[in-house]
């Protein structure tokens, strides 16, 4: 019997009600899973590597206040902007990771893996820009390769674009937004190039001049979430024979401090290399900085190093150095971080470690994914999808005016489901239909994904992760392993699967 949109719509009720929303709620996704975008078994790794912030340590939500407050004080006593901005303060319900800045029309917007800009999520200053404003501008709602961020998600050599992947970049975006806004509010002319370098300096500077820093070593209950787990995570891996290895952009004292706070004052022990203010991504790059030994004083030592000896905390150096000296090599090494970019690309690219991103959003993602106004909003959505596709052949005026129903209630459900996640760009990992631009170079860059390290005390040390089958769009669903979709819990020997398809923004 063949159907019409009229009979459907007449029906629509319960359709909604009785057959779209079966079993789910009871096969949830886990939120401390760990999520594989390529196979890999935890037998073969010999040499775990890590960065240390938002890795092994967590901050606080006090830490975003912070670095906003102290890089709009810098833009006002040092780049002389007006006193009047200090009225902004941090909202950290604005931005999300991943977004993308272009430097010269001065808007923030989301930009999904094909490089189309999700209309709705472009905004100038603390204001969306219309739709039709947003076409005009880009001549359509496709960005240009030669305009997309650099590899490393800078603007530079002609690049307009600049992607915010860092969490310490939140709240950049919103000083950003709120300066913007100042100066649109009250008609001021200004240049937005020199906007975008004057609060990246001074969000730079908060870091180099070392204001975070003393800040968080002056308060570290604040700042710092303490988590025993991180202890019990290297504790596990040594146990098991495992060697490990640090290397991160901080400084010794503020590593050391935050390490004895979370791990305890042997933390050293723990760790068979120690790197401080490697300056990564050039770490993985420059070849041509040594090592320099750090004492106990944190004074820098003239000495050539042969080695790099266990207790002792070394500063620059070069990644080709490192191999040389330690011979960990390829496959048998998992390094950990949090920067697709700065701690991840390079690795898996040029030197073939395995890597693991660290994405503390994932679980406040997957926990909206699992409630039942969710699962109800996105069941009902591909539902109105799939009928568009079907039903579109019916030419008849009724027909027509129930398909034109359908899409105008689509693009509301896809607005709502923009709103679960964040009420300006939505979900960090999708668009409307699409991945963001930041889940496709997750999905490059990162062998495993996962919230946080404490995952790993869920899995035994010998466990292979395996990403799910997902079908090509010309393949049979039923060739789709999708059942594992929805792991349950991450004990030795569950299923692991990509968040690819799973989600819906």
């Known amino acids: 019997m063949e159907f019409s949109p009229g009979d459907i719509k007449d029906n629509q009720d319960v359709v909604r009600q009785k057959d779209l929303v079966p ?103 603390l204001s969306v820009v219309p739709d039709e404003e947003v076409i005009e501008m880009y001549e359509g709602s496709h960005v240009p390769l030669e305009q997309m961020s650099d590899f490393y998600g800078k603007s530079s050599h002609g690049n ?49 001049k070392g204001i975070m820093y003393r800040a968080i070593e002056a308060d570290i209950e604040k700042y710092i979430c303490y988590a025993e787990q991180t202890r019990a995570v290297l504790a596990k891996l040594a146990d098991h024979g495992k060697k490990m290895f640090l290397i991160t952009n901080s400084p010794s004292s503020f590593v050391d401090k935050g390490m004895r706070y979370i791990v305890g004052k042997d933390w050293r022990d723990l760790f068979d290399v120690v790197i401080v203010q490697a300056e990564k991504p050039n770490f993985f790059n420059d070849k041509r900085r040594p090592f320099r030994k750090v004492n106990e004083k944190g004074v820098l030592l003239w000495d050539k190093i042969h080695k790099l000896q266990k207790g002792q905390i070394y500063k620059q150096g070069n990644l080709y150095e490192f191999l040389k000296l330690t011979g960990w090599r390829g496959s048998k090494v998992l390094y950990f971080g949090d920067h697709i970019y700065s701690d991840l690309a390079d690795l898996t690219l040029k030197h073939g470690w395995r890597t693991g991103a660290i994405i503390p959003e994932l679980r406040s993602e997957l926990r909206i994914m699992n409630t039942e106004q969710y699962i109800q909003t996105m069941t009902w959505l591909q539902t109105l999808t799939g009928l568009l596709e079907q039903m579109q052949v019916h ?63 869920s899995y035994d040390v010998s466990h292979t992760f395996y990403p799910r089958r997902t079908p090509l769009q010309h393949e049979l669903p039923a060739w789709s392993d999708g059942a594992r979709a929805r792991a349950p819990a991450p004990a030795p020997g569950s299923a692991c699967a990509p968040l690819r398809e799973a989600h819906g923004d």
């Open 395 to 457: 030419r008849d005026v009724e027909s027509q005016l129930v398909l034109q129903e359908w899409k105008k209630e689509r693009k509301e459900m896809r607005d709502m489901t923009k709103n679960f996640f964040n009420a300006q760009f939505g979900s960090l990992f999708r668009t409307d239909q699409n991945p963001t631009y930041f889940l496709r170079r997750l999905s490059r860059f990162a062998d495993i994904y996962m919230a946080s390290l404490s995952c790993l005390l």
């Open 23 to 125: 079993s789910i709620m009871n096969n949830l996704l886990n939120p401390d899973a760990i999520f594989s975008n390529n196979e890999m078994s935890l037998s073969d790794i010999e040499i775990y590597g890590f960065d240390y912030d938002y890795t092994l340590v967590f901050y606080s939500k006090h830490l975003h206040t912070l670095i906003f407050n102290a890089a709009r004080d810098l833009l006002i006593n040092e780049h002389r902007y007006p006193v009047e901005i200090r009225k902004y303060e941090y909202d950290p319900n604005f931005a999300i990771r991943g977004l993308h800045y272009d430097v010269q029309r001065a808007v923030l917007m989301k930009i999904d893996a094909f490089h189309y800009i999700q209309l709705g999520t472009v905004y100038r200053g």
């Open 160 to 208: 307009t674009m600049k992607q915010f992947m860092d969490i310490f970049s939140l709240p950049e975006m919103s000083l950003l937004s709120c300066v913007n806004e100042y100066f649109l509010k009250n008609n001021i002319d200004y240049e937005p190039v020199h906007l975008y370098k004057d609060v990246k300096d001074s969000i730079r500077d908060v870091h180099i």
